[in-house]
């Protein structure tokens, strides 16, 4: 009798009648090989797993992440509300403690989504894992949060979003941005003043194996995470580091995924990207799903699996243990870094520019951060999309001290009464207030 | 007229239904060491002066299979399974007799890996030495492609008496109840054969022709031929014939729950239309779970003789049942004496019920009245608050689309139908506790004997079309074709119908009386490098559960004298 070792929660929701496009990889067909496997295997009967279903997150649960313009409604679709719905019931059921963890097999993705929403970006638009993050923040008792981005692309969105949070341990292990979209998330990439070396990006080479990888897990990951001591720990579960995945060149395969999860323990694993939907999926997705809930997982290999042909070469192996070593160094200096990055009640500015490739819009970001020693600062965005709208948009962090509140306050009003800015967002965290001004 | 038999636990009852309602019906005691002569007894009682040319359908339910299950007296089975990669096939051991062995088949139905002959003829033999003449061949992804099973079925088809196949219990996925599906009708097959037979031979003899049919779990029948393939389908029958005998009193348009209030437990199953629901996948009790056709039924563990006791100063009813009610000779008390001591029934021994429910009212220091009153009162609350966590169970049953998410449907119950013995004792408290209209149903006695006799004919049919590959695939029918690349939406549901229909008339349906319901339909493009490669169709459609036409409104008419309303009383 097959018994799951952990009670492991599941929200499987394909969304089969919904695609950004018929031909485009976010399509219907997506998830249906893997629905296919873990069907056949009975996986829903074993005892300890449960299925549950999705919530319909609400316009305020986007709200406490993202500033949507011009709206929430205009920049998502029902799927992207129950997707992230999917992350937060199974949250929910975690904090209640019906499950020990559980894996929220969703789509479209989200990690690619920052906290300044003006269309699609990778595929995502609304961002999954930061909003479940949010709602757990605000309705159970959860400070500490890590967020491990395993999907092969460099997790951007959620590295924006908590950029100046020095509660969210955010780890990005990805392709080399130099080789892959979306082109970031390098070692020196370690967050705002206020939260340095509470981002860390890892870029491997292409090539990187499933060797490579669990290296990469035991020598930086592990580590960084036991000196973190978060009290949740979120798996950001893209499947396209696959050795057959058509957008990406890694090796890494079913069993090295199911060994990753053993390792990492995650609480909650939320599904991100993964496009070799017959060869991939089905076989990873099962090999998690049985990783999570305790249960052997040794004859999880794809049909075609050939040890010899998944090698890493010497090259690649020497490349991951430089960065390795180089992003623990880093994180090892995270207290002198923030330190040096400059004085209390300084601000900082930074300026981007951001390519929204699945809705083919442009983004000026000017962003000015508060240095704070008493809180993670207040952040205000001057954000302009052509096509779009020229906005601001403060964000006030939960912790945050009464400077930064009145400095994020008075900021808002100033650019309310500004012609250029067409809408003025307000989103204070401390008091769970969301305004917008518009002209 | 048509006849139908059901054979409960402690009775055997089988009713002579004409057009113009129930015509006879006749109780004999079930002899449960000798179904044979229980199932022979019931006919011979219910056939006596009548002509056996007028008869035209005959229906039994039995409990043979589940009897033999419960009581272990099956025949041993071997298992060869080929399951190439996912969970360890080992976890579904049956038993000693178990044989996995390799060949592997994708989800999309390609061979990943051969089988091996070697390694089967030496299963084989294992199974032959062991003494085991009945085996199971199950593939996973069998219902995709089914040629491994079939390959090791022609190897081994001369050492045993009888091969099964997985692909043919059922075109859904799930690999282990595949397993235990498939174990089931090869160890239930002989028996079944040999009764079935027999009661045949015996009707002959009566001069009776006409085809027996059988009921199965999903509340529709079958006739004989095809329950040799599938002996597993009659398990759990007798649930579902009482189910099948309320249809005619639940309102059309509407969400109906029902009671089956026995002895030990209470049944509670649910119309949406008039049309009972369905196991998604197929039976479960506890443990056991299998791809076996059947009604939604979820069983409470409390009836009329569940025992009453008092742990920690609250009352506890159920679930175990010690023997009859005080009222009739039992030992302990029961909601049953309860009802006799408020006089709500008007039958057995009230001073022993008394007696029973004095001693519980002792302990909650209470009358002995209000005793009563409360264990009647927790009873009849229990088994609805069951009803409507069934109720909400199943609305919150995932679903796979957005426009499912959007629309899904919830249960409503606006009607309830009560039967079983207590069942109208309870209508009054029922409707008041529930706010719901409550109704015992008329006959309920023999409500499942009626049900047995009317239930229409049913069966499944899944299709796979897959036009990258070119094929168009349903293992379960032994269909597979070729189809073009521009094979439509259309084509495949016309295919899907017309496989139907022959499974329905083979099955012993009247052709003229076949309602199709479609119960799954899902279409995707392939693509492959942003190139649209052809299009997956999956659609799943089926006999709807239900009566035959002539006997729709049957109990309806016998119901006029003895239709009892839930009565209000304060
Ligand atoms: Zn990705
Ligand atoms: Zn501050």
Redesign the pocket.
């Known amino acids: 009798m097959l018994k799951a070792k952990n009670r492991t929660g599941l929200v499987f929701f394909p969304a089969f009648d919904w695609a950004i496009d018929p031909t485009h990889p976010e399509r219907e067909e997506r998830l249906l090989y893997t629905q296919d496997q873990v069907t056949e295997e009975g996986v829903f009967d074993i005892d300890g797993i449960e299925e549950y279903k999705p919530d319909l997150i609400t316009i305020d649960d986007i709200r406490r992440v993202h500033f949507c313009v011009p709206d929430e409604e205009s920049v998502t679709t029902q799927s992207h509300l129950i997707g992230a719905g999917g992350a937060t019931a199974i949250a929910r059921a975690v904090m209640k403690k019906e499950i020990k963890n559980g894996f929220a097999l969703v789509r479209p993705p989200g990690h690619h989504a920052m906290r300044v929403v003006h269309g699609g970006r990778g595929f995502c638009h609304i961002n999954m894992e930061a909003v479940m993050v949010e709602y757990l923040r605000d309705n159970f008792d959860v400070k500490k949060v890590a967020i491990v981005d395993t999907d092969c692309h460099h997790g951007d969105g959620t590295n924006d979003i908590y950029w100046h949070d020095p509660d969210t341990l955010f780890i990005s292990m990805h392709q080399d941005g130099r080789t892959l979209y979306p082109g970031s998330g390098f070692p020196e990439e370690l967050g705002g003043p206020n939260a340095k070396g509470s981002n860390i990006n890892i870029p491997l080479p292409p090539g990187t194996s499933t060797e490579g990888y669990l290296y990469v897990v035991r020598n930086t990951v592990l580590p960084i995470l036991e000196e973190f001591k978060p009290d949740l720990i979120i798996n950001s579960a893209g499947q396209d580091n696959h050795y057959t995945d058509p957008l990406t060149n890694m090796k890494f395969s079913a069993q090295g995924y199911s060994e990753l999860t053993t390792l990492l323990k995650p609480d909650i694993a939320v599904l991100e990207g993964g496009y070799s939907i017959e060869g991939a999926l089905p076989y990873v997705n099962l090999g998690i799903i049985l990783a999570m809930a305790g249960i052997d997982y040794s004859r999880v290999v794809e049909p075609d699996y050939d040890p010899e042909k998944l090698k890493q070469s010497d090259f690649v192996t020497e490349k991951i243990k430089k960065v390795s070593d180089l992003v623990n160094r880093y994180f090892a200096q995270r207290q002198e870094l923030r330190e040096k990055a400059g004085k209390h009640g300084q601000l900082q500015e930074r300026h981007r520019e951001i390519f929204y490739d699945t809705d083919n819009i442009f983004e000026r970001q000017k962003e000015r951060v508060?240095i704070?020693r008493?809180?993670s600062?207040t952040v205000v965005i001057d954000s302009s999309a052509s096509p779009g709208l020229h906005v601001l948009a403060v964000h006030i962090p939960r912790n945050?001290?009464k400077?930064?509140i009145e400095i994020g306050y008075q900021a808002f009003e100033t650019a309310a009464g500004k012609e250029k800015f067409k809408k003025v967002f307000l989103q204070d965290r401390s008091k769970g207030i969301y305004k917008v001004k518009s002209r | 007229m048509i006849i139908g038999l059901d054979v409960g636990g402690t009775h055997t009852d089988a009713v002579l239904l004409s057009s113009k309602g129930v015509e006879k019906q006749v109780k004999v005691p079930t002899d449960v060491s000798d179904l044979f002569n229980t199932v022979l007894s019931g006919l011979t009682g219910l056939l006596k002066d009548i002509s056996p040319h007028e008869i035209k359908r005959i229906v039994l339910s039995t409990t043979l299979t589940t009897n033999a299950v419960v009581q272990k007296k099956v025949d041993p089975v071997g298992i060869i399974v080929s399951s190439g990669p996912g969970i360890d096939p080992e976890f579904f051991r049956t038993d000693d007799n178990y044989y996995p062995v390799s060949g592997s088949i994708d989800h999309r139905g390609r061979e990943r890996e051969p089988v091996n002959e070697m390694e089967i003829i030496s299963a084989g033999k294992k199974l032959a030495d062991a003494g085991v003449d009945y085996i199971g061949a199950i593939g996973k992804f069998s219902t995709r492609n089914p040629s491994h099973e079939i390959q090791i079925k022609e190897i081994l088809k001369d050492k045993f008496k009888k091969i099964f196949m997985g692909h043919q219990v059922s075109g859904n996925l799930n690999f282990p109840r595949r397993i235990a599906t498939t174990h089931l009708n090869a160890a239930v097959y002989s028996m079944h054969k040999s009764f079935f037979n027999a009661v045949e031979k015996s009707l002959k003899e009566k001069g009776l022709n006409v085809p027996i049919q059988i009921l199965k779990a999903d509340g529709g029948t079958m006739n004989l031929e095809s329950s040799m393939e599938f002996p597993g389908q009659t398990i759990l029958s007798g649930p579902a014939a009482s189910v099948m005998g309320s249809i005619a009193y639940a309102p059309e348009k509407k969400d109906t729950v029902v009671f089956d209030i026995g002895g030990t437990t209470t049944d509670i199953s649910i119309f949406i239309n008039k049309v009972p629901l369905l196991e998604p996948v197929g039976i479960q009790r506890g443990k056991y779970k299998s791809l076996i056709r059947s009604l939604k039924t979820y069983s409470k563990g409390l009836g009329g003789d569940s025992r009453v006791k008092v742990v920690d100063d609250n009352l506890m009813i159920g679930p175990e049942r010690m023997g009859p009610a005080m009222a009739f000779g039992g030992k302990v008390p029961t909601p049953t004496d309860a009802m006799v001591v408020l006089g709500i029934m008007d039958q057995g021994d009230k001073k022993m019920a008394m007696q029973g429910i004095d001693a519980i009212a002792e302990e909650l220091g209470v009358s002995t009245m209000k005793a009563a009153k409360n264990i009647f009162h927790q009873a009849c609350s229990m088994i609805l608050t069951e009803a409507f966590e069934m109720v909400d169970h199943i609305n919150h049953k995932p679903v796979y689309t957005v426009h499912e998410f959007l629309q899904g449907y919830k249960i409503k119950p606006e009607k309830i139908l009560l039967l079983g013995g207590p069942a109208r004792y309870c209508a009054g408290e029922i409707e008041d506790l529930s706010g719901i209209e409550t109704q015992v149903v008329p006959c309920s006695s023999v409500a499942n004997a009626i049900g047995a006799a009317a239930a229409r004919t049913t069966c499944e049919v899944s299709l796979l079309v897959d036009t990258e590959q070119g094929f168009a695939v349903s293992p379960e029918e032994n269909f597979k074709a070729s189809v073009p690349k521009d094979y439509s939406e259309e084509d495949v549901r016309k295919t899907a119908l017309s496989l139907l229909k022959t499974k329905a008339i083979e099955s012993g349906s009247d052709p003229d009386n076949i309602e199709v319901e479609t119960i799954e339909f899902q279409k995707f493009n392939i693509v492959r490098n942003f190139v649209p490669k052809g299009k997956i169709f999956k659609t799943k459609i089926q006999v709807m559960p239900g009566l035959i036409r002539r006997f729709h409104n049957i109990c309806g008419q016998s119901s006029g004298k003895d239709n009892i309303k839930g009565e209000k009383k304060k």
């Open positions: 508060r704070c008493e809180c600062g945050a001290c400077d930064c």
